[in-house]
Protein backbone atom coordinates (compact mmCIF):
# COMPACT_ATOMS: atom_id res chain seq x y z
CA UNK A 1 0.00 0.00 0.00
CA UNK A 2 1.39 3.19 -0.72
CA UNK A 3 2.89 5.28 2.14
CA UNK A 4 -0.30 7.86 2.41
CA UNK A 5 -2.87 5.85 0.94
CA UNK A 6 -6.48 4.87 3.24
CA UNK A 7 -7.50 0.97 3.37
CA UNK A 8 -11.15 1.70 2.03
CA UNK A 9 -13.36 -1.62 2.68
CA UNK A 10 -16.62 -2.03 0.53
CA UNK A 11 -18.20 -4.75 3.01
CA UNK A 12 -21.34 -6.57 1.24
CA UNK A 13 -24.67 -7.70 2.88
CA UNK A 14 -27.06 -9.79 1.83
CA UNK A 15 -29.54 -9.87 4.50
CA UNK A 16 -33.21 -11.81 5.01
CA UNK A 17 -36.18 -9.79 4.10
CA UNK A 18 -37.84 -9.95 7.49
CA UNK A 19 -34.57 -8.27 8.78
CA UNK A 20 -34.47 -5.86 6.42
CA UNK A 21 -35.43 -2.26 9.25
CA UNK A 22 -33.51 -4.61 12.17
CA UNK A 23 -30.24 -4.34 10.01
CA UNK A 24 -30.61 -0.85 9.35
CA UNK A 25 -30.92 0.76 12.40
CA UNK A 26 -28.21 -1.74 13.91
CA UNK A 27 -25.98 -0.88 11.17
CA UNK A 28 -26.64 2.85 11.09
CA UNK A 29 -25.64 2.87 14.84
CA UNK A 30 -22.48 0.79 14.57
CA UNK A 31 -21.49 3.59 11.44
CA UNK A 32 -22.43 6.37 14.17
CA UNK A 33 -20.40 5.00 16.60
CA UNK A 34 -17.66 4.19 13.97
CA UNK A 35 -17.54 7.89 12.73
CA UNK A 36 -16.48 8.70 16.60
CA UNK A 37 -12.73 6.57 15.79
CA UNK A 38 -10.12 8.83 15.16
CA UNK A 39 -8.87 6.03 12.53
CA UNK A 40 -12.42 6.64 10.30
CA UNK A 41 -12.60 9.03 7.79
CA UNK A 42 -15.85 7.63 6.63
CA UNK A 43 -18.40 4.87 7.50
CA UNK A 44 -21.08 5.05 4.54
CA UNK A 45 -24.14 2.51 5.01
CA UNK A 46 -26.00 1.74 1.24
CA UNK A 47 -28.56 0.00 0.27
CA UNK A 48 -29.34 -1.33 -3.27
CA UNK A 49 -31.67 0.26 -5.02
CA UNK A 50 -33.38 -2.93 -7.04
CA UNK A 51 -32.37 -5.34 -4.42
CA UNK A 52 -33.83 -3.92 -0.36
CA UNK A 53 -32.09 -6.75 1.31
CA UNK A 54 -28.21 -5.78 -0.25
CA UNK A 55 -26.25 -3.57 1.60
CA UNK A 56 -22.93 -2.24 1.15
CA UNK A 57 -20.22 -0.59 4.06
CA UNK A 58 -17.90 1.59 2.54
CA UNK A 59 -15.56 2.26 5.45
CA UNK A 60 -12.59 4.47 5.04
CA UNK A 61 -9.63 3.85 7.25
CA UNK A 62 -7.01 6.75 7.37
CA UNK A 63 -4.40 3.37 8.30
CA UNK A 64 -4.39 -0.29 8.31
CA UNK A 65 -4.62 -0.80 11.88
CA UNK A 66 -7.53 1.36 12.21
CA UNK A 67 -9.36 -1.14 10.93
CA UNK A 68 -8.15 -3.91 13.10
CA UNK A 69 -8.75 -1.68 15.72
CA UNK A 70 -12.39 -1.36 14.90
CA UNK A 71 -12.61 -4.55 15.17
CA UNK A 72 -12.02 -4.78 18.93
CA UNK A 73 -14.34 -1.43 19.86
CA UNK A 74 -17.36 -3.19 21.83
CA UNK A 75 -19.93 -1.35 18.90
CA UNK A 76 -18.44 -3.32 16.87
CA UNK A 77 -18.96 -6.43 17.94
CA UNK A 78 -22.11 -5.37 19.41
CA UNK A 79 -23.07 -5.06 15.64
CA UNK A 80 -21.58 -8.34 14.33
CA UNK A 81 -23.06 -10.55 17.10
CA UNK A 82 -26.75 -8.61 16.30
CA UNK A 83 -26.41 -8.68 13.03
CA UNK A 84 -24.85 -12.26 11.89
CA UNK A 85 -28.18 -14.16 12.67
CA UNK A 86 -30.26 -11.77 10.03
CA UNK A 87 -27.34 -12.21 7.15
CA UNK A 88 -29.00 -14.30 4.03
CA UNK A 89 -25.08 -15.62 3.09
CA UNK A 90 -21.90 -14.58 4.87
CA UNK A 91 -20.67 -11.23 4.60
CA UNK A 92 -18.01 -10.31 2.42
CA UNK A 93 -15.75 -7.49 1.97
CA UNK A 94 -13.28 -6.13 -0.70
CA UNK A 95 -9.81 -3.90 0.10
CA UNK A 96 -8.88 -0.56 -2.09
CA UNK A 97 -6.83 1.99 -2.03
CA UNK A 98 -7.79 5.66 -2.27
CA UNK A 99 -6.44 7.42 -5.97
CA UNK A 100 -8.14 10.33 -5.30
CA UNK A 101 -8.94 12.73 -3.54
CA UNK A 102 -6.02 12.03 -1.28
CA UNK A 103 -5.82 11.93 2.06
CA UNK A 104 -6.20 15.06 2.79
CA UNK A 105 -9.58 15.14 1.00
CA UNK A 106 -11.07 13.27 3.03
Known amino acids: ?9 HV ?14 ATCENARHSLAEPGIARFDVVQQQDEPTRF ?3 E ?3 TAEAADAHKETAHYQAWRDAVGPMMAEPRSSVRYVNIFPGPEGW
Open 1 to 9: METNAMLIV
Open 12 to 25: HVHVLPEYVSQFKA
Open 56 to 58: VLV
Open 60 to 62: AYR
